[in-house]
């Protein structure tokens, strides 16, 4: 279990490291095209941790801890783990994801209509 949770923790630390690069990388040149590979890649991150929580709660594994749906959510992901709850049924009768993941996605899109990327 330990061991689970070490690798995961790298492993989000790494796509979370390696997204903010591409954001702040297109901030500074200007380039959109990266932003929007920044953005993608931590919303497929974020669709994945809800695949993967979903089927270890199915098979009583080891899970993903809420607070890294939370931290890939309010880092960009937030439209990406919406759709992994949608596709998967998973976290939804969680009022907390239920009404705070579209909350944070509405705040993205406002950040992103007064950033003007």
């Known amino acids: 279990m330990k061991t689970y949770l070490w690798r995961h923790k790298r492993t989000r630390a790494l796509v979370l490291l390696f997204c903010w690069s591409l954001l702040l990388a297109a901030w500074y040149a200007e380039r959109t095209a990266l932003a929007a590979l920044g953005l993608l890649v931590i919303n497929l991150y974020a669709c994945g941790l809800a695949f993967v929580d979903k089927r270890a709660a199915q098979r009583n594994g080891p899970r993903i801890p809420e607070a890294s749906l939370w931290l890939s959510a309010l880092l960009g992901g937030a439209a990406g783990l919406l759709a992994g709850m949608l596709l998967f049924r998973h976290k939804t009768r969680h009022a907390a994801f239920r ?9 993205h899109v406002l950040l992103l209509f007064l950033a003007r990327l």
Request: proline letters at 11%; one cysteine or more; aromatic letters at 12%.
């Open 99 to 107: 009404y705070g993941v579209p909350a944070v996605l509405c705040l």
